[in-house]
């Protein structure tokens, strides 16, 4: 499993909180085809993704992925490969607010 939690600093900037947008058809579309692409890939036989939107303060879980296996190299692996892909091809969009300001984190690292 990974869960991702909302940090308390980013660059050295404190983080108040997080929100998220998403075009929910098309983001639950990808991650369907995220899932799908992860089971060619590794022999694994389930992949859940849930990935939150709207306001997230600081400790909170926006996005829980679990893969199950019969080796845990495969879910592993899998696993990193859906966090990584999500990150770079889900239209789900994150604004970091600061005590000084916000942004709008590119969506791709």
Known sequence: MFIGTVRNATKGRPVIRLEFEAYEPMAIAEM??????AEE?????KA???HRTGIL???EVPVIIAVSAAHRAAAFDACRYII???KQTVPIWKKEVFEDGEVWV???P
């Open 84 to 86: 990584d892909t999500l």
């Open 57 to 59: 303060e600081v400790g």
């Open 32 to 37: 369907e085809k995220i899932v799908e692409k």
């Open 106 to 108: 590119a969506a791709h």
């Open 48 to 50: 859940l993704i849930h």
């Open 41 to 45: 890939k590794w022999p694994i036989q």
